[in-house]
């Protein structure tokens, strides 16, 4: 979204048109662009787990999750701007923030404090807790 003119600020006429001309052709330039990079950090859908309660599709102020095969929520990636609405209010707990699974957040602040993650053996490929080979 770009904003100039008085939708920016209080400002004279000349300064407004100035500021319309530089909006347009940053416009220009995007839309010019046959194909745009997004963010890797979308919503996927765990189509196991979705319940196909739609709230994902009520909450989202992108309009990204579209209903697709077998009637199943899926996420347009291009619309997706990962700001984790759907994520959040997903009663199933189907949807995930991609780079924000929980046990990832759960390690994140693990770390920040200090804390020894709580793994078990199994995830740890044949270490055990003190880091000796089982």
């Known amino acids: ?9 209080p400002k004279h006429i000349g300064e407004s048109l100035a500021q319309a001309r530089a909006v347009a052709a940053r416009a220009a330039a995007v839309l010019a662009k046959d194909r745009l990079r997004v963010s ?16 994902c599709l009520r909450i989202c102020p992108y309009l990204a999750p579209r209903v697709g095969v077998e009637h199943r929520v899926e996420i347009e990636p291009a619309r997706c701007m990962g700001c984790g609405s759907c994520a ?7 949807i995930t923030l991609r780079h924000y699974a929980p046990n990832q957040v759960l ?28």
Request: glycine share 12%.
């Open 88 to 94: 959040a209010e997903c009663p199933a707990s189907a």
């Open 1 to 9: 979204m770009f904003l100039c003119g008085t939708a920016h600020g």
């Open 107 to 134: 390690a994140a602040i693990d770390g920040l404090l200090g804390a020894e993650p709580e793994l078990p053996v199994d995830k740890v490929r044949g270490q055990g807790r003190s880091g000796a080979h089982v």
């Open 40 to 55: 890797a950090q979308i919503s996927w859908v765990d189509r196991e787990r979705c319940a196909a309660c739609l709230t």
